[in-house]
């Protein structure tokens, strides 16, 4: 029992103690318990105290890393990034600036600053990169490369650099090849991911042998309906689709929706997008009936997960009512494409009662007022009286027309909110 009592308290036991060991203990405990703020606040306690331990004490490096490692899994990089920076200043003093050991310590840097400071990334994955080249002593299939250079192509990718990323990981497919051998299944994510950067620069025959390629490994090592094997169906299809090669495309897609809908339901959300995908392509081939029946169970699923007035239903009603105008059955398109600018016109009237309230507050008072008025208009034309959104617009606005002094007009709106709340409609004049 009081094993228990000292796991629940992690944090007050642990800086009562005033022990680094017992701080980190402690914060490997409230980190794996979803306690992140607890564990932040004991890694900063280590990190001050292994401040004051001789400059060669491996501690400070071990605790600048646990809390630079939590800020980045908590999607916090800007604050990861001054820590990894001290981080590798502090091992380039210790180990000097050649040695392989400070890869990981570049990577991690990398790409916390990514969204701040790209070309700093660019250089960082290249410097860990050459430093595990200079490990792998001339051997260019060395395994030790596998992560660098996967890492650097990644970035190449993310930033557009598709010549460079496509050379890159053609070495990293040889490095992982050599070590696993050409049919592992854990080529499959290298060459989907080449078969994209195919596809982007137009080389439509190598994307299409890549996505082939993977399928098969998969498949064969995996099984027809594992994750990877869907991802790859959906590569292959959007390749196919963009190619308007729609008869190609179909049965792939066919074959993905089974599998989410084997593996997470019939009713999932992600079944829906596959069932819209698949539709979309059944619409382009002129196959009407089917793509209607697939429509219409794509909207039940957005309806019954998200709500009847989701901006993801406006999307599945506005599929269903282009399907429908093409055909000419314009009295099915019709009540659709109401529906759905009801609910568009419903998130509208919120979005500009909240600006109305911040001009509100930065006491802009005639743009508020003139925000609140649309808003008014916006829902008597759509959604109407009752709706939630517009009865907070009239709330807000009644009190803007009081300070503006002008209690006639905010009498008439405080007026319709009561009888809103009783239920009755009150005259807009």
Request: charged fraction near 25%.
């Amino acid at each position: 029992m009081k094993l228990l009592v000292c796991l629940a308290v992690p944090l007050a036991v642990a800086l009562a103690q005033g022990s680094w060991e017992a701080r980190l203990e402690a914060a490997r405990t409230a980190r794996e318990r979803g306690r992140f703020d607890n564990a932040r606040k004991l890694l900063e306690a280590a990190v001050t105290e292994a401040d004051s331990f001789p400059a060669e004490d491996p501690r400070l490096a071990a605790s600048l890393a646990q809390l630079a490692d939590l800020l980045r899994m908590q999607g916090k990089p800007d604050e990861a990034a001054p820590l990894y920076r001290r981080l590798l200043a502090l091992r380039e003093k210790q180990l000097g600036l050649e040695d392989p050991g400070l890869a990981p310590i570049l990577t991690q840097l990398a790409w916390s600053l990514m969204r701040a400071n790209p070309i700093e990334t660019e250089s960082l994955l290249r410097r860990a990169l050459v430093l595990r080249e200079k490990e792998a002593a001339g051997n260019p299939l060395d395994s030790g490369l596998l992560e660098p250079v996967r890492n650097l192509a990644i970035f190449c990718q993310a930033v557009g650099q598709f010549k460079d990323a496509e050379t890159l990981f053609q070495r990293a497919l040889l490095v992982r090849e050599k070590a696993a051998g050409p049919a592992h299944p854990d080529l499959v994510p290298d060459l989907n991911r080449l078969a994209t950067i195919y596809s982007a620069q137009k080389k439509l025959g190598e994307a299409e042998y890549m996505y082939t390629r993977s399928l098969g490994i998969a498949e064969a090592a995996l099984g027809q309906e594992h994750p990877l094997v869907t991802a790859t169906l959906d590569g292959l299809a959007a390749l196919y689709r963009e190619q308007k090669r729609f008869s190609d495309a179909e049965p792939l897609m066919r074959r993905a929706v089974v599998n989410r809908e084997n593996s997470l339901g019939p009713s999932h959300p992600e079944v829906a997008s596959a069932l819209d995908g698949l539709a979309w392509v059944l619409f382009a081939q002129k196959k009407f009936a089917d793509a209607e029946a697939l429509y219409q169970r794509s909207l039940a699923i957005w309806e019954t997960v998200l709500g009847p007035q989701h901006p993801s239903v406006a999307t599945s009603l506005d599929n269903l009512a282009v399907l429908y105008a093409t055909q000419e059955k314009l009295e099915d398109a019709e009540p659709l494409y109401r529906r759905a600018l009801a609910i568009r016109e419903k998130e509208t009237i919120a979005s500009l009662n909240n600006l109305a309230l911040v001009q509100a507050a930065r006491e802009t008072d005639t743009e508020a007022d003139r925000l609140y008025s649309l808003a008014l208009t916006l829902g008597e034309k759509g959604v109407g009286v009752e709706n939630s959104a517009l009865v907070a617009t009239l709330v807000n606005y009644s009190a803007l027309l009081r300070r503006m002094q002008r209690p006639a007009e905010a009498a008439k709106l405080e007026a319709r909110i009561q009888a809103i709340k009783g239920k009755g409609k009150a005259p807009k004049d």
